[in-house]
């Protein structure tokens, strides 16, 4: 039997999300990679264990998230049933629709028939009458906006989900589902998309401040590169990593000198504030005051604690901001 930590709440940061009623964790916990087949149950729910006693209340999913597809939400649907009946209501639970999901010309994309019916599929996996979040994973060129947008409006006002968010939509349709969103009662909490040291897209190409200035709030996943802003690959590729093994979402060949000379460079920076560089990359993402949470990935208790180090990281200085900033010039 699973016993809560009584003091989960004591050392964990809650930010504001935009300008809703919602506190996030600063990191939240990803179930992108590590909470399928490939990994043994236990190992998966000692993940989810570890970050709830931590104070991590947002658990961040994808209908497609495995592997298989649909795996992680069933796995976290169990646990849920087993483990966290009583805290249902501690926690924030968010899914989402757009992505490959099965045959046909609806399996697939942002029509109104894929996100209720890849909704109704996830809520049965996760074994819930609501989600807390329910984001369009991606833009879709072909589908009408008013077309997708209403349909998230219509799957808050079922009961199905108490917000909606966007993930990595562009600007101009961001701006548009903000207004529409906001226009029809049902504003967009939330815009996830990559932000970290090596990509700051969103930072340079207004994302950041578009969701601000709409009132919703924004959360980075992949705010390590897959594994690239730690120290796993300060000297090289090991024989164990996931470029060795699973090359899919990290390849080879973007190790170039160029690169592990920017990883070193920023890894004498975190040496001498004292922490990791996974500690520095995260802490620099949180620096950012539009960031309401870092989604984390985690394939070990002990590894998600690592992270975690980050809530303690020291102010960044002037000085520091700018040797990062021409480190990555």
């Not at 701006?175 to 340079?204: E, M, S, W």
């Not at 604690?305 to 303690?312: F, G, I, S, T, W």
Request: proline fraction near 5%; aromatic fraction near 10%.
């Amino acid at each position: 039997m699973y016993t809560a930590n009584p003091s989960r709440y004591t050392h964990m940061q809650y930010r504001r999300c935009g300008r809703s009623g919602v506190l996030l964790p600063a990191l939240s916990l990803g179930f992108w990679h590590n909470f399928g087949c490939v990994t043994p149950e236990e190992q998966s729910r000692a993940i989810v264990r570890a970050a709830f006693d931590a104070g991590i209340t947002h658990f961040d999913l994808a209908n497609n998230y495995g592997p298989e597809p649909g795996a992680a939400e069933e796995r976290l649907g169990k646990f849920l049933q087993d483990d966290f009946a009583s805290h249902r209501d501690e926690l924030f639970i968010a899914t989402k629709a757009a992505y490959d999901m099965w045959e046909g010309p609806y399996g697939s994309w942002a029509s109104r028939k894929h996100l209720m019916a890849s909704l109704d599929q996830s809520l049965r996996r996760l074994r819930l009458d609501y989600v807390d979040l329910f984001y369009c994973h991606r833009y879709d060129p072909e589908t009408p906006l008013n077309e997708t947008l209403q349909a998230l409006v219509d799957i808050v006002r079922q009961g199905k989900a108490l917000y909606v968010g966007l993930s990595r939509w562009p600007m101009e349709a961001a701006r548009f589902g903000y207004d529409y969103l906001c226009q029809h009662d049902v504003p967009c909490l939330i815009y996830q998309g990559r932000l970290n040291l090596f990509d700051q897209a969103p930072k340079t190409d207004g994302i950041l401040q578009a969701a601000a200035t709409a009132g919703a709030g924004f959360i980075s996943f992949s705010p390590l590169a897959q594994g690239l802003l730690t120290d796993r690959y300060l000297n090289g590729i090991p024989s164990d990593s996931r470029i060795a093994h699973d090359p899919r979402f990290l390849k080879a060949e973007a190790l170039t000198p160029q690169t592990m000379e920017r990883i070193r460079a920023l890894n004498k920076i975190a040496t001498a504030r004292g922490e990791s560089l996974a500690s520095t990359a995260l802490a620099w993402i949180l620096h950012h005051k539009e960031v309401t949470s870092v989604i984390i990935g985690a394939s070990s208790p002990e590894q998600l604690h690592k992270n975690l180090a980050c809530l303690q990281s020291p102010d960044f200085s002037d000085e520091e901001l700018a040797a990062i900033a021409a480190i990555l010039t």
